[in-house]
């Protein structure tokens, strides 16, 4: 974990031992950031110094499907990152974004939330490509980064070390020291949904952002892993249009299951690996073990 400067650790203090929050421009509550003491308003405005934050005040806002997919299409790596972290294409997922980001759970009151859309993150040339749903509420949602701050988080990044894919097995908030190796994660719909349920027009609005993104790390890929059958169909989706060959009928998804996916040019296919999701429901009930998750990522790894 990033230590606080003095500065930022007297800011911290002085603020626990007063109100934990105070009024900023236009009085917006300012928070300190977890890690660095820094304010924050929730959500956070693009470029005023969250780390990780790959947007600033000049990166294009998506206002519609229209725009996700101009701004998406032929954008580099860093343009899709930092565009699809500051999109409001779809008013629903904006409006329960930001009104998490602003209400708060009550065991992170004293925190500032991002309240974007969480970006893929990771490898630029990965070897390992995982396929999520979308952020948690009170998860990436919060911290800035997909799949931390949660239980579903522990269980991934926990695994992915094990398997040699991460430097680090826990994951407490973007500019937390966690790197990937090899190794991108993305979710298919980058704002957190109510009760995790975006509908397919939200789906379809936030896929160019996706494609985009796959398309321009899938020459490295040899291994996808998809968490659960919301990101199973997404990945034969992206993957299909991204010009791999998708069997028909479409494989079914389970735990365990995978399809090997050939390119039309005939270099290296893509194993396409499927895991039930990490949530706290499977993994309290035993559904999934870390056996179970160990498993999936350890035959990711392997070369290929």
């Known amino acids: 974990m990033r230590q606080q400067s003095p500065n930022a650790a007297a800011r911290t203090r002085r603020t626990h031992r007063g109100s934990a929050e105070r009024p900023g421009r236009m009085g917006r509550v300012l928070l300190p950031h977890p890690l660095t ?57 904006v409006a329960w974004r930001e009104d998490v980001a602003r209400e708060k759970r009550k065991s992170f009151a004293d925190q500032p939330y991002w309240g974007r859309p969480t970006p893929g993150w990771g490898d630029p040339r990965p070897r390992v490509l995982v396929f999520g749903l979308a952020p948690a509420a009170n998860g990436g949602n919060r911290t800035g980064r997909v799949f931390t701050g949660d239980r579903s988080g522990d269980w991934l990044y926990a695994a992915l070390h094990r398997a040699g894919l991460a430097n680090q097995p826990t994951a407490t908030h973007a500019g937390d020291g966690l790197e990937l190796i090899g190794t991108r994660i993305i979710a298919a719909v980058r704002c957190a949904p109510p009760d995790n349920k975006p509908t397919p027009e939200e ?40 010009g791999l060959t998708v069997p028909r009928p479409r494989p079914v998804f389970g735990h365990g299951a995978e399809v090997t996916l050939y390119r039309e040019d005939g270099s290296a296919p893509v194993r396409l690996i499927g895991s039930y999701h990490p949530s706290q429901q499977n993994t309290f009930t035993g559904k999934l073990t870390a056996e179970m998750l160990d498993d999936v990522f350890t035959r990711a790894a392997e070369p290929g």
């Not at 790390?217 to 990101?231: D, H, K, M, N, W």
């Open 37 to 93: 003491g820094e304010p924050f308003p929730s959500p956070v405005p693009p470029g005023t110094g969250w780390p990780g934050d790959p947007a600033d005040a000049d990166t294009p806002v998506a206002a519609s499907a229209g725009d996700v997919s101009r701004l998406a299409a032929g954008a580099s790596l860093p343009q899709v990152v930092a565009r699809s972290s500051v999109c409001r294409a779809c008013p629903r997922l």
């Open 203 to 242: 789906r379809d609005a936030c896929a160019p952002w996706l494609d985009r993104e796959v398309e321009v790390v899938l020459p490295t890929v040899r291994a996808a892993v998809a968490l659960g059958s919301f990101a199973w169909a997404a990945a034969l989706r992206t993957l299909g249009r991204a």
